[in-house]
């Protein structure tokens, strides 16, 4: 694998154009660390690669400008590969708000571009992809970046030339003699025989072993209520809060999260989205006692508390617009909506203001969200950048902020969420301890969401809620069909099947828990004891496998072009498989957990052949709602599979499976 660099306005390429001046390499136990160092006329390229044990390369650069005049770079391609494969094609996902993890395959005849412009690294696509060829083999890479990134798949003879990383579109940084930009890291896995599991997999113990930061609640996966789908904005107060913490202290919930419209002026009537960015201001019409006083309140019952935030934008009413317009990130004049993280000063303001935010109402949780598209960025040139590198400044400065908030308050779980899912990657997962996944959560949609977002991310590090109480208007109208537990009877089958989608990944609720029925209350409580005492440990710690395609939401089809043919059939099919599946196995393969959804729309009958188990061992499986208990091989497990032809449309089963 090489690299290439494009600056003032050519584009050079590793050992063709690059002298390797010096290599070093450092061996440890469970990596090993290539540094090579390369120069040219005009610039230093410290090229880095990482070979973890778990099967998975991380690739970066540094670029250093060694002349004596300055260099504008203009293109910086962490990973730049040829592969010998005269047909592959490229599975990724599409994006947008309520759509993230929407499939796509693609036959590669000719050359194509995978590539993000929004400013938000999963606003339109994902950074990832995988590779596949008529082999089986498997290339992925994903850019740990949250802003805008480029793949490039280039059709070179008898194969392709993949390059990426920072996106090159509206993009140029210039560096005075001496200084170094820092290029975003690229994460490359490799399968084979089409495995995605095997994949996904290995960046899944990647990412828990060397990645993602840990405290005591990200260990513990505390369980969550959040109040904003039911009680958005204007409908939150003091008493409702509270009434609701007491009955999530009944239900054995862990932690209660104060989302937007605790902030701003005293007005009942405020909107959140206006005063973005007043966040010294509390709305004491509906928080009369103040947020330290709820904050204290929740830890005398026993819970954490959470409080949400979005330290980077700027509302069209707030104070801070007027009060500090030099923070205001512009482009060409034009206001966009954001503070400029790449301006020195805003980070430092930032900082503080999360720091008195944390300590001052002692959050042990702080939800980071961010709501709209910077775009190429800002262009403005009192902040300390350039003209063509104010958004990677901007998420350079913001990385720098969330490791400094890190360091100053250890045990603080930071979540990140941008509009739901659109900025998901592992750049933003070096320093968020879990990322909200979608903002709906309908049942089709929740299944969709996790058999894309594992294939590059940990269950324990994706945080979504079942279904949820979404908020009606005036006209009975909401963002997406809402659950109503208050109101609407549902049968308990069907209930628990909703449930449980959420807990394969992070688990929490957002309803009405004081309004609920008894009978509702009870079984939504059974579950949060179900969830953390049988579910938590696999979700933490184990490896995952698809035993089903990808269920789709019914507005979804996936995109194919180019007719593929190696996967896609399995995978999707023609409108996404409505029964689905998933097995969480433990690294020791001692015990596993099965939990099984037959959707509305499917056949009657699924056969589901297990994995990831040891072939000669024994197994006893424990149908947690059928009441059964069998006894099998690995093998007859993994080769015969079970059958499940009793359970109705939008019903579950839960299956334990331990090695005797």
Not at 405 to 412: A, D, F, G, I, V
Not at 530 to 546: C, G, Q, T
């Amino acid at each position: 694998m090489s690299f290439a660099v494009a600056y003032d306005g050519k584009l050079y390429v590793g050992d063709a154009d690059f002298k390797l001046v010096d290599q070093k390499i450092q061996i440890h136990q469970e990596f090993k660390q290539n540094l090579s160092i390369w120069m040219d006329g005009a610039l230093k390229v410290n090229l880095y690669s990482i070979e973890y044990d778990c099967g998975v390369n991380e690739k970066w650069m540094e670029i250093i400008n060694v002349s004596s005049r300055n260099v504008t770079i203009n293109r910086a391609d962490s990973l730049y590969v040829t592969v010998e494969q005269p047909y592959c094609e490229l599975l990724y996902f599409t994006s947008g708000w309520g759509k993230e993890f929407s499939p796509a395959c693609r036959a590669l005849h000719d050359s194509f571009e995978l590539r993000n412009l929004k400013g938000r690294s999963s606003a339109d696509f994902y950074p990832w992809f995988a590779l596949l060829d008529s082999r089986g083999h498997i290339l992925s890479a994903s850019v740990a970046w949250s802003g805008n990134w480029v793949f490039r798949f280039e059709k070179v003879g008898n194969g392709y030339l993949i390059s990426g990383g920072l996106s090159d579109k509206d993009f140029e940084k210039s560096l005075k003699p001496g200084e170094m930009m820092v290029c975003p890291r690229v994460i490359i896995v490799e399968a084979d025989n089409f495995d995605l599991d095997e994949m996904a997999n290995k960046y899944i113990r990647w990412g828990r072993k060397y990645w993602y930061p840990s405290n005591s609640i990200s260990r513990d996966l505390s369980v969550e209520w959040n109040h904003w789908w039911p009680y958005e904005d204007i409908d939150i107060n003091e008493e409702i809060f509270k009434a609701n913490v007491d009955k999530a202290a009944q239900m054995g919930i862990q932690v209660c999260t104060l989302d937007a419209g605790w902030f701003g002026p005293s007005d009942k009537y405020s909107r959140w989205y206006d005063v973005r960015g007043d966040w010294e201001m509390v709305n004491s019409v509906r928080f009369s006692s103040g947020i330290r006083a709820l904050a204290d309140y929740v830890h005398e019952k026993g819970l954490k508390f959470g409080i949400w935030c979005e330290i980077e934008a700027l509302g069209e009413k707030a104070a801070l617009r007027f009060n500090h317009p030099e923070f205001e990130a512009r482009r060409d004049g034009k206001s966009l909506g954001y503070i400029c993280f790449g301006n020195p000063e805003v980070q430092e303001w930032a900082f503080r203001m999360l720091d008195r935010i944390v300590t001052e109402y002692t959050c042990d949780w702080i939800k980071l969200d961010f709501n709209l598209d910077p775009g190429a960025g800002c262009n403005r040139i009192d902040h300390g950048h350039g003209e063509g590198d104010g958004l990677y400044e901007h998420y350079m400065g913001y990385y720098r902020v969330l490791a400094r908030l890190r360091e100053r308050h250890p045990e603080l779980l930071i979540e990140n969420c941008s509009s739901g899912g659109l900025r998901m990657d592992l750049g933003i997962m070096r320093n968020a301890y879990n990322t909200y996944v979608s903002d709906p959560d309908t049942p089709l949609h929740d299944l969709q969401l996790f058999w894309g977002a594992t294939l590059i991310l940990a269950p324990n590090v994706c945080l979504h809620w079942p279904w949820s109480h979404s908020r009606t208007d005036k006209e009975g109208k909401a963002p997406y069909p809402p659950l109503d537990l208050v109101n609407q009877r549902i049968d308990k089958a069907i209930l628990d099947c909703y449930v449980r989608i959420g807990m394969l990944n992070w688990f929490g609720y957002s309803h009405k828990l004081a309004e609920l029925p008894e009978y509702v209350f009870e079984r939504l409580k059974y579950h949060v004891e179900f969830y953390s005492r049988y579910i938590k440990p696999f979700v933490a710690e184990a490896d995952l496998y698809r035993l089903c395609g990808q269920t789709l939401r019914e507005d979804c089809l996936p995109i194919k072009e180019g007719s593929p043919h190696l996967v896609d059939n399995t995978i999707w099919g023609k409108a996404g498989d409505r029964w689905s599946a998933f097995q969480f196995v433990m690294p020791d393969k001692n015990k596993s957990v099965l939990f099984v959804f037959r959707m509305h729309n499917s056949e009657t009958t699924r056969r589901l052949k297990l994995k990831g188990l040891e072939p000669d061992a024994t197994y006893v499986l424990t149908f947690n709602d059928r009441g059964e208990r069998l006894v099998a091989k690995g093998q007859e497990l993994m080769e015969e599979g079970l059958v499940f032809d009793y359970l109705a449309e939008e019903n579950s089963e839960v299956v334990f499976i331990r090695k005797i």
